[in-house]
């Protein structure tokens, strides 16, 4: 898969490539990394979010880039971009392994990808779909200057899922970026 790579001072974001399943679907396996969205998978279904993943780039021209750490080359998570249908708004997302957990790179990653997705997807506003029990991604919210905007409902299949909505228009992140 063709697409557009982004460097940060630790990362490499790039599109999903077949060389990144096996961490994914390590990722996708551990309780605790996906407590809050969604649930470990089995492989086959870890395979098949996986490609959910790299068709979103090939039909959209946009989906979550995978995040390698530059020192050691390892594939640690997923970040950014995010739209399926029926979604409450343009998502910057991202789930980590636990072992890069703590570092910052889901901030650097966060910060990274939405100024692409708003200098190069042209997107107005970001949102950041997060459990309210998700200590974590809440303090990354924050940290990227997004807010608490209140609770929302998310689409099948997890409609029954707690989840609120953080989020910020594109102006106030040009206004902020550079501080993340």
Known sequence: MQGPVIETARLLL???????????AALQADEEA????????????????????????????????????????RWIGRVGPWYPAEWPGTEIGWSLSRESWGRGYATEAAAATMDFAVDVLGWTDIIHSIDPRNAGSQAVARRLGSVLRGPQKLPAPYENEPSEVWGQTAAQWRTRRGTA
Do not use: C
């Not at 790039?14 to 994914?24: G, I, K, N, V, Y």
């Not at 959910?52 to 959209?60: C, D, F, I, R, V």
């Open 14 to 24: 790039r599109p999903t490539a077949l060389e990144d399943f096996e961490s994914w």
């Open 34 to 73: 996906t407590r809050y969205i969604g649930g470990s998978q089995p492989r086959a279904a870890a395979w098949r979010s996986f490609l959910t993943m790299a068709g979103a780039w090939s039909l959209q021209g946009f989906g979550m880039f995978s995040v390698i750490e530059r020192e050691s080359g």
